[in-house]
């Protein structure tokens, strides 16, 4: 399994754009890339996930780099609402696991 | 629609005892999953179920701990023989197929073992 490593943990200020770092330098090149975040006492909500192409949604953009051993996801404009923990995860593909790290503690400040 | 769900959302149990865990995932879910988050940590993968395939246990810490799911739809994640070390929240999701991109988590079961 392809092992991701993130910050243990991350200010923004609010309104500005948040990006987080996954380095995953063991990537299979089958592997997608995946973000879920986990707000404090919930469970985990998927983001958004990519390939090789850079992808954005209503949530954020995520940046993969061409040799694809590292990744960026981007929150655009932080709200205090997003302060989480973000897990960056590759993708195992048997069995459809997810392996999830200690992720990076996100916190938007006002 | 309804989400995930899984109860009890709390217990507390003494050590040496016996615990069952239930998870009622989205309807039409074929694949299942248990998960355990101990405090501050990460999520620790633990059983995934699909369709009436042979579930993968690879997570399973001990063979104190159990999991079934009947029918194809309800998972009962069971702990026998509870030990302090099992305390966590423990996690389920579900997601439409092997294929599909995103799992959808219950609010998760926080255990307790004195």
């Known amino acids: 399994d392809a092992k991701t490593t993130q910050p243990p943990s991350m200010d923004c200020a609010e309104g500005r754009a948040a990006n987080l770092p996954c380095n995953h330098s063991t990537i299979s090149g089958n592997e997608y890339v995946y973000w879920y975040r986990q707000i404090h006492s919930q469970g985990p909500q998927y983001i958004i996930h990519?390939?090789?192409n850079n992808e954005t949604n209503e949530m954020a953009s995520l940046i993969i780099t061409e040799d694809r051993k590292s990744s960026t996801l981007i929150l655009p404009h932080a709200t205090l609402r997003d302060t989480a923990v973000y897990y960056c995860?590759?993708?195992?593909?048997?069995?459809?696991?997810?392996?999830f790290g200690t992720g990076t503690s996100l916190t938007v400040i006002p | 629609g309804a989400g995930v769900s899984q109860s009890p959302s709390n217990k507390v149990t003494e050590k040496g005892k016996d615990v069952e865990l239930r998870c009622d995932p989205i309807?039409?879910?074929?694949?299942l999953y248990w998960y355990r988050q101990s405090l501050g940590q990460g999520l620790e993968f633990l059983i995934y179920?699909?369709?009436?395939?042979?579930?993968?246990k690879s997570g399973l810490p001990s063979d104190r701990f159990s999991a079934e799911r009947t029918g194809g739809s309800v998972s009962t994640l069971t702990i026998q023989r509870t030990q302090q070390e099992d305390s966590a929240v423990y996690l389920c999701?579900?997601?439409?197929?092997?294929?599909?991109?995103?799992?959808?988590f219950g609010p998760g079961t926080r255990l307790t073992v004195l």
């Open positions: 995860i590759v993708r195992v593909l048997s069995g459809n696991q997810f392996y």
């Open positions: 309807s039409g879910h074929t694949a």
């Open positions: 999701a579900s997601s439409p197929g092997t294929s599909y991109n995103e799992q959808f």
């Open positions: 179920f699909q369709g009436n395939s042979a579930p993968d």
């Open positions: 990519g390939l090789k």
